[in-house]
């Protein structure tokens, strides 16, 4: 069993991190709130009083941050992380950040000899919750070995995408791609019910069709096609449309800096920003289809 510290226990940290417990493994915590250490603490882990004295000795750092600039402030330069750390840990930044700053952390953690992966996630917090999250990995061969043996506890499928970098690269496709069949599959079922068609036999045409897709499948927009899907419950989330928009920011920078003409990305950035603004931000990411009808 290893020894681990998990750094940032928010929605998804929490979880991760009592998954890791459950498999036996020591696990020391930090997060800036009490609240949520405390939480870590009554299912069996160590709570210390920085990210730098969770870390200490471990064999393996991993942190669930909210955005780029919390994981460089935690890794980079005089006070973070790894200046302190020795080559026998292994780090893993599970956040969702810029890919610029996934390769500036691994670059430094490789000057150092310190395996470092960027491992962003597929699956909300029930997924978290159930362990059953997709990691897409950023590293190089080695530190990936290391990788799936922890990752493994806290997720189904692991993917290695390339360098250091390319899980956020790979995390940025899938969710403008998610973006995009999201809002087709809003326009095409309202299209239907609004020509007098039931949502839920216009679903079953298209699913045994060439439209079929993960939306449509697995979370479909249209209120009771689902049973237990967010639009059955009120667009109660799943995955918010906040995160959403981080999402498709982040894609948005990915496709500038290749210069990729991305306009369907573009679009589905720019009308989940409306929702956003229109004060559904809290809403489940589905919720878009309500857009189509205002
Ligand atoms: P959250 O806001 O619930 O949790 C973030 C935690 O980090 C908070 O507890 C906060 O106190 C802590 N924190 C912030 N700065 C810190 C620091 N310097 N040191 C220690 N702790 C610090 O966010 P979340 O929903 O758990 O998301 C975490 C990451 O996972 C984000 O990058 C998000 O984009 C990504 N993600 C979230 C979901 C989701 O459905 N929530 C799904 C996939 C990916």
Not at 197 to 210: F, V
Request: proline share 3%.
């Amino acid at each position: 069993m290893a020894n681990v510290a998990f750094i940032g226990l928010g929605n998804m940290g929490g979880p991760m991190a009592i998954n890791l417990l459950k498999a036996g493994h020591s696990v020391a915590v930090y997060d800036l709130s009490q609240a949520a250490c405390e939480q870590i603490e009554m299912a069996g882990a160590e709570v210390a009083g920085s990210a730098s004295e969770a870390s200490s000795g471990m064999d393996y750092v991993i942190s669930m941050l909210p955005a780029g600039k919390h994981v460089a402030e935690t890794y980079l330069g005089t006070t973070g992380l790894l200046a302190d750390l020795d080559e026998k840990t292994t780090v893993l930044d599970c956040s969702t950040i810029d890919a610029q700053t996934a390769r500036k952390v691994g670059e430094s953690a490789a000057a150092l000899g310190i395996g470092f992966m960027d491992a962003p996630v597929s699956g909300g917090v029930a997924a978290a919750q159930a362990g059953t999250l997709a990691f897409m990995c950023g590293g190089d061969a080695a530190t990936f070995e290391k990788a799936e043996v922890i990752l493994s506890h806290m997720g189904r499928n692991i993917f290695h995408a390339g360098p250091a970098g390319s899980g956020q690269v790979a995390k940025g496709c899938n969710n403008m791609l998610l973006a995009i069949h999201m809002i087709g599959t809003c326009e095409a079922l309202e299209m239907g019910v609004r020509n007098g068609l039931d949502p839920k036999i216009l679903s079953e045409i298209m699913l045994a069709s060439s439209g079929r897709n993960w939306s449509l499948e697995v979370y479909n927009p249209y209120p009771d096609v689902i049973e237990n899907a967010p639009s059955s419950n009120g667009y109660q989330p799943g995955f918010m449309v906040d995160l959403m928009v981080k999402d498709l920011g982040l894609a948005q920078g990915i496709a500038e800096r290749c210069k990729v003409n991305n306009a369907m990305g573009k679009l589905a950035g720019e009308l989940y920003a409306q929702h956003q603004e229109a004060g559904n931000g809290q809403r489940d990411f589905s919720s878009i289809l309500q857009k189509l009808k205002t």
